[in-house]
Every structure is written in structure tokens, then in C-alpha cells.
């Protein structure tokens, strides 16, 4: 079933139209709810005409995108690496739409990905949670194990080993990401063997672990996808961001200009989209060596010099050589909005959301 | 020794939470079935309920949540009685496009409702009510009686269920209805009213087990979060040979099934997490091959 929530006329500029396909509910506090943030940037900011739809299942993504592209809209933003498929079957017949699939693998025609690697992010929240665990036992809920999912555990696991090698991990998927009560029991299955430290990546399903977190004493959960501190502001330590609006609003504005090309867009620490955004609520919780080594590891991962997961072979980027212009000109605006706060840190972790909050444009 | 009955106590604490809903839903869903109508709208339903308890909760508290959530799963059975027995629709086809209606509309209304953030984490909620004494019993002790309100009520309904089906008139006229819809009629027996009637309830008994997902479980709504236990719920009717009895013990082997399913994924064996969350399937699907064999669904179930 398909239900389009959206669709904006009353836009000044009805040149270009922009398209969203989300996987889930847009009601989802974390990555869908973040894209149709960003959809709305689009036409607040940009001034293009917007419009959304929900798709779950391969028929009805594909069907989605075949909409969108034989209504001739200009830019269609895929949400998630289950599109990328669909984007290129689609796209061989309406090349003229281009088509970004947000955790895409590859470019193809018009279809270009946009990768977030989030695993940056988790590495250090795994951090913070292998300094702060008291059973030295990590748990994951995962929705279902797509490779960036995968990609993002063994971020969260690798990060907290290289502060406590001894850590243990244990994961429950749930086969959803719709299923609350499920993330509920999955987190306090979990708790009963010791689980002290959680992080996630199951959308909607994850409202449950935050439930579980908040009845069980000394548990507490990292958010992903979004800030999601405010989910349980006294159980979430931070969250592995991943800015969506930011970044679908730098596509659609070079989409806007006419310097959109094909290619491969891969986000990580140095962007700025992907950051650790602690909560200030429970900063007293990390002690400033922790801290400081947290930040140590940003700047060698946003260097290059610290890889916090090895990507499966179905994620690597296989790019024909393009110039990675949108990606370079984030990291210098970026870099140039923490000179702005004193420079004291040259990357940009551990910063404070409101440095995000106006647009960068 | 104590740690294994630690764990023990709190596997079986899980399973009863899993099969609440279900139980709830499934006890519903018999009454309706006995009079010879199937409802494949639980699922919709249950989701209707699940949203009402949120507005209601977040309106008056958690008492309030859980009585408007019946009252719409009744009114929404209503709405699935009028179609179906009023107007003599095919019952599967109304059951299931009163799911896909529910499943849009509960989404629209969530989001008009709370906006794109969702409800978050601040509902009231009904924490779980320890019966003194008796949530001291070892091991059956916390799983039976140390459980939210919801719990408590699915097991009261049981023999309550029980009483007013087979040791009642109504109960007698009710059956005679899902056996053979056209006796009963010549018996004298109102036959539409007795089919709404008990659609409507079966409806409040799903509007309940929604609201229990939201209210003693999650905490907050989430769209779609029924995931599916509509469908299980009518599966465990089948499983439980349309007795409340068999239901509870349905309901419960499917909590277990599922509890177990976590288990031993967090047990972090190189085994495909696949193969676990197969498992309540898996062993409905065995139990209905074995045990079922001699059941019979009422005569007139389906029929119009």
C-alpha cells in the first residue's frame, strides 16, 4: 500500500520537483523521519516543490520510483540500500531523473548513492559505552541485518574493544522496524544476561529498547540515525548521528543550480552529516579522559588513519572517477564553522547541535 | 544454581508479556468465532486500539487510554458487524479491508496527532501491579502476578469466557448460531444480533490487547507496531480449538516460543538469526499439524 502524505503545489518555483520514497513511517524518530526533515528544507529553503511516499515492499518501490520519474520529476531521493535495484532498473528508462539512493552502493546511469558511514559515529559511541559499562556486556537491536546495519555494529563493537579489549557483544534482530514491543523484549532478554551499554539501528522498533532502558536500572542506550537524547534524556549517554536534511538539502540545491552530476557521495566524520552528539544532560557520566580519547579517535578517524569497520564487499563504492566537489566543499564549511566557535577542535565531534541547526547556505 | 532460577523466572516474566496481547486479542476473537463470524479486521483493530490508548493516555492518563481503546475497538467491530452481517458482505474481504484501512488511517492520524517527532517516551504508562503474597511464589510468582493491569484482565476474561459460553443461555444461543446459523433461527434465536453482538466484543477484546501493547509495554505508539499479532491471535483461536482454555495455552506456548526465540539469539551462537525468529512459527505450525487434527471450527464460521 501506498500513501502519499505530501504533496506541496503551492511551491514559488515549480521548475524543479523533488520526490522522496521512505522504506517506513516518516513518524519514526530516526533515519526516515530525518529524510522527510530534509524533504522539507528542500521547499522551505530551496523553494522546489516537494512530495513523499511511502513504499515497503520491492514492488512498491519500484513502482514508487516509476511515478515519480514518468511524472518527470527532476530528483528523487531512494531512501535506503534496499532501492538500489529498482533506481537502476528505473533509471535505464527515465534517465532524465536523477536518482540518489541514500546507503547506495554504486553509480549507474542517472543513480547515484549517497553513503553515510555511520560506523564512524558508532565506533565512538562504542567508546564511551566500553569506558562505561559496569557487566563489560554490549547489546544490539538491529531491525534487520542489511549491511549498513551490519556495518554500524561492528563500528559500535570495534570502538568499545579498543577501549576495553575484553568487552563482550551480544545482538538481537528483529525482523522489523515497526515492532516496539519486540525491541522492548529483545533490550530486556538482553538486560537479564547482563546488557548494560545498547546501541541500534531499528527505526521505530527501537522506541522499546528506549522503554526498556528507562525501566531498567543503570542501562542505557546510544541513539542512531538521529539525536535521539530527547527519546530518554537521563538513559541516552549520545547518539550516532547522521545529519539527513543537511545532506539531501546539498543535492537538492546543486540539483537546483544545474551542477549535479552522478557520483558517488560518501559521508563520514570529517562531512560533518555523520557526527557523535553527546547528550549534555548526561555529559558528567564520561570522565575527560575518556573524553579525550573519544576525540583523539574522531580526528584519526576523520584523518583516514583510523578505519572503524571493514565494509563488506556489497558496500564498497564502485565509482567511475568523478570530482567529489559536494563532499569537499561540506568538510571546508564544516571546518569553517568550528573556527567560528574558537577552533578549538579540528574535527567536528562532540559538537553541540545547535552549531547545525541554521542552514550552512 | 539461584542465577539459572533468575534467569528461569525472567524468561517465563517474558513470556507471559508476549502472550498477553495475543491472549487478549485471541479471547476476543473466540467469542466472535463461536457465533460464526470471522474477523480478519483484529489486526486493524488492534492497532485502532493501540492508537486510541495513546490519544487517551495522553489526554487523561492511562485509565482513561485503556477504556477509550476498547470503546473504538468496539465501535471499529461495529463498523465490521454492519458490513458483514448487516449488509451481508463477504467477512474475509470486509476483515481484511478494515486492516488496510486501519493500518492507513491510524498513520494519518498519529501524525496530525503528534507531528513527525512522534509521541516520544512521555506517556503515562501502567507500571506492573505486584499481588502480595503471591508474586512471592518462586518462579511462577513474578510471571503470573507481577504483571501490568492487562494481564490481569486477560486472565479473569478467561473463565468469565468460559462461564457465559457454555454454562449460559446466551451462550448456548451463541453457539447455536456459529453451528447452524438457520436452526437457530427457527429455534427463536435473533441471529444478526446475536453475530453483532458478539463481533463487538470480540472487537473491545482487541481494542484491550492494543492498548496493552502501547500502555503496559511500549510506551509510546508506533505505526504498524501490532506487527502482525492480528493474524497470530486468529491462528491461536484454530490452535485453541475455539475454547478459552486451549487459547490461554495457545497464547502462552506462542509467548514462550517468542521469549525463547530472544534467548537464544542473545546467546551469540554462529547459528543465522533467521532460523530463531522462525521458531513461534515453526512450533505453531507443528502444533497445529499434531494437535489439531481433531478440531472442528463451528459449522455456519464464515458464513453470512
Known amino acids: 500500500m501506498m500513501a502519499f502524505t505530501a504533496c506541496s503545489n503551492s511551491a514559488p518555483d515549480p521548475g524543479v520537483r523533488v520526490g522522496l520514497i521512505t522504506p517506513g513511517s516518516i513518524a519514526d ?63 535505464a528508462q527515465y534517465p532524465t531523473t536523477a536518482i540518489v539512493v541514500t546507503s547506495g552502493s554504486r553509480t549507474q546511469g542517472n543513480v547515484s548513492p549517497l553513503i553515510f558511514k555511520l560506523e564512524d559515529a558508532s565506533y565512538l559511541a562504542g567508546m564511551v559505552a566500553g569506558g562505561l559499562t559496569r557487566s563489560g556486556i554490549l547489546g544490539f537491536v538491529g531491525g534487520i541485518e542489511l549491511p549498513p546495519i551490519k556495518a554500524a555494529y561492528e563500528g559500535w563493537v570495534n570502538g568499545a574493544r579498543a577501549v576495553n579489549p575484553k568487552i563482550q557483544t551480544r545482538e538481537i534482530y528483529l525482523n522489523s522496524f515497526d515492532d516496539a514491543a519486540a525491541g522492548r523484549e529483545a533490550a530486556l532478554a538482553l538486560v537479564r544476561i547482563g546488557v548494560d551499554m545498547f546501541h541500534h539501528n531499528a527505526d521505530a522498533a527501537a522506541l522499546g529498547l528506549f522503554q526498556a532502558a528507562k525501566e531498567s536500572p543503570g542501562v542505557y542506550v546510544f541513539g542512531a540515525n538521529a539525536d535521539q537524547s530527547s527519546l530518554a534524556p537521563e538513559r541516552v ?109 579540528s574535527t567536528p ?10 542552514p550552512l547556505w | 544454581m539461584t542465577d539459572s532460577l533468575v534467569l528461569l523466572s525472567g524468561f517465563l516474566a517474558a513470556a507471559v508479556r508476549v502472550a498477553t496481547p495475543l491472549l487478549l486479542a485471541a479471547t476476543g476473537e473466540t467469542v466472535t468465532e463461536r457465533a460464526g463470524v470471522m474477523n480478519l479486521g483484529l489486526e486493524g483493530i488492534m492497532l485502532g486500539g493501540a492508537l486510541a490508548a495513546t490519544l487517551g ?54 501524525r496530525q496527532a503528534y507531528g513527525i517527532g512522534g509521541a516520544g517516551l512521555a506517556l503515562p504508562t501502567l507500571a506492573p501491579l505486584p499481588i502480595p503474597g503471591l508474586s512471592q511464589i518462586p518462579l511462577l510468582g513474578p510471571a503470573l502476578f507481577d504483571q501490568p493491569m492487562p494481564t490481569y484482565l486477560a486472565l479473569l476474561a478467561l473463565p468469565l469466557v468460559w462461564w457465559v459460553l457454555f454454562r449460559t443461555r446466551t451462550g448456548l444461543a451463541l453457539r447455536a448460531t456459529g453451528e447452524g446459523a438457520a436452526m437457530a433461527r427457527a429455534a427463536g434465536v435473533r441471529t444478526g444480533l446475536v453475530r453483532t453482538v458478539a463481533t463487538v466484543v470480540g472487537g473491545g477484546f482487541a481494542g484491550l490487547a492494543g492498548a496493552s501493547l502501547v500502555l503496559a509495554q511500549v510506551g509510546t505508539f508506533a505505526e504498524r507496531m501490532t506487527a502482525g499479532r492480528g493474524y497470530v491471535a486468529i491462528a491461536i483461536v484454530v ?9 490461554a495455552v495457545a497464547s502462552l506456548l506462542f509467548g514462550a516460543a517468542t521469549a525463547l526465540q530472544y534467548v537464544f539469539q542473545s546467546l551469540g551462537l554462529d547459528v543465522p538469526y533467521q532460523l530463531f525468529l522462525m521458531l513461534p512459527y515453526g512450533l505453531t505450525l507443528l502444533a497445529l499439524a499434531g494437535a489439531v487434527g481433531r478440531a472442528r471450527a463451528p459449522a455456519d464460521l464464515g458464513k453470512a
Not at chain 1, 48 to 57: K, Q, Y
Not at chain 1, 278 to 300: H, I, M, T
Not at chain 1, 349 to 358: I, K, L, N, T, Y
Open chain 1, 29 to 91: 524518530a530516526a533515519w526516515n523521519s530525518g529524510a522527510y526533515a530534509g524533504l522539507q528544507r528542500i521547499r522551505d529553503s530551496l523553494g522546489l516543490a516537494i512530495s513523499h511516499v511511502e513504499a515497503r515492499t520491492p514492488a512498491e518501490q519500484d513502482e514508487a520510483l516509476r511515478a515519480y520519474a514518468s511524472q518527470g520529476y527532476d530528483l528523487v531521493f531512494a531512501h535506503g540500500f534496499e532501492f538500489q535495484g529498482a533506481a537502476e532498473r528505473v533509471s
Open chain 2, 239 to 247: 490452535l485453541g480449538r475455539w475454547h478459552p482454555l486451549g487459547v
Open chain 2, 57 to 110: 493516555a495522553t489526554a487523561a492518563g492511562p485509565w482513561a487510554g485503556l477504556a477509550v481503546a476498547v470503546l473504538v475497538g468496539m465501535l471499529l467491530a461495529a463498523l465490521f458487524a454492519a458490513v458483514a452481517i448487516g449488509a451481508r458482505a463477504d467477512q474475509i474481504i470486509a476483515g481484511t479491508a478494515l486492516t488496510l484501512g486501519a493500518v492507513g488511517l491510524t498513520g494519518t492520524i498519529y
Open chain 1, 349 to 358: 565531534v562532540m559538537v553541540a547541535s545547535s552549531e547545525f541547526s541554521a
Open chain 1, 237 to 345: 549517554p549520545g547518539s550516532a548521528v547522521i545529519d539527513l536534511p543537511r545532506a539531501l538539502l546539498l543535492v537538492a540545491k546543486a540539483v537546483k543550480a544545474g551542477s549535479f552530476t552522478p557520483k558517488v557521495e560518501v559521508f563520514g566524520l570529517a562531512s560533518g552529516v555523520v557526527r557523535y552528539e553527546p547528550n549534555p544532560a548526561l555529559a558528567a557520566l564520561v570522565p575527560p579522559a575518556l573524553e579525550e580519547r573519544v576525540r583523539a579517535a574522531a580526528d584519526s578517524i576523520a584523518a583516514g588513519t583510523l578505519v572503524p569497520a571493514a565494509r563488506p564487499a556489497s558496500m564498497q563504492a564502485r565509482k567511475r572517477e568523478a570530482p567529489r566537489a559536494l563532499s569537499s566543499a561540506l568538510a571546508l564549511d564544516a571546518a569553517q564553522s568550528h573556527r567560528g566557535h574558537g577552533g578549538r577542535r
